[in-house]
């Protein structure tokens, strides 16, 4: 499997990535969920710990609001100073697989109450953290906000071309892809190049 795409924007390939998403790596802002009374170190955080996580604009999230919607496959497409708009699911296969509007809804920052994080695919048990007390939630404006899907080529499938999108799960980032509205964890090596 193959990787046609660079973290630059001046890079090989780039042309071909955006033949199947636009993603861009620029300024813009990232969510820091904060445990009150410890330090993230923003820069560093790539999967939850006890000081909180990072939540990036173009990554999958599992997120609950105060009107008691979740989006168990999310993508974060836009973070303000004080709101964030994410999708109903993956893209609009998969909300037609799910019988689901494709929709993008905006939430105020304080609206986030539950994140969640798969702690085990196969037996699909979560941790939860609820944000509303214990956390603090600061926007943070930094030179790279988003985390670009991967444009994978996927040998085994006959060359099949999959954006793929990265998912918070207990141990950190997993590679979401979509087949036929159905979403799938990536289950082998992925060399990057």
């Known amino acids: ?17 955006r033949k199947h998403y636009d993603c861009t790596y620029e300024k813009g802002n990232i969510l820091i969920v904060q445990r009150k009374g410890k330090k993230l170190d923003y820069e560093k955080s790539w999967k939850p710990s006890k000081e909180g996580f990072v939540m990036r604009m173009e ?10 919607k979740r989006y168990r496959s999310g993508v974060l497409k836009k973070i303000s100073k004080d709101s964030i708009t994410i999708s109903s699911t993956m893209n609009e296969k998969c909300a037609e697989y799910e019988g689901i509007k494709y929709e993008l809804k905006t939430y105020p920052i304080s609206s986030i109450k539950i994140a969640r994080f798969i702690n085990d695919r196969s037996l699909g048990f979560f941790s939860k953290k609820n944000l509303e007390k214990k956390y603090e939630l600061i926007v943070k404006e930094v030179d790279k906000a988003k985390l670009c899907p991967a444009v994978l080529t996927f040998t085994k ?7 793929c999108h990265y998912y918070l ?10 087949t036929n509205g159905f979403l799938d964890y990536m289950e082998y090596p992925v060399n990057w190049n």
Request: proline content about 2%; aromatic content about 14%; charged content about 25%.
């Open 59 to 68: 990554a999958i999230y599992d997120l609950e609001f105060s009107d008691g």
């Open 1 to 17: 499997m193959n990787v046609t795409y660079s973290q630059n924007d001046s890079i090989p390939g780039e042309a071909e990535y």
């Open 169 to 178: 799960t207990s141990q950190g980032y997993d590679i979401l892809f979509e």
């Open 157 to 163: 499938r006959n060359n099949e071309v999959k954006v």
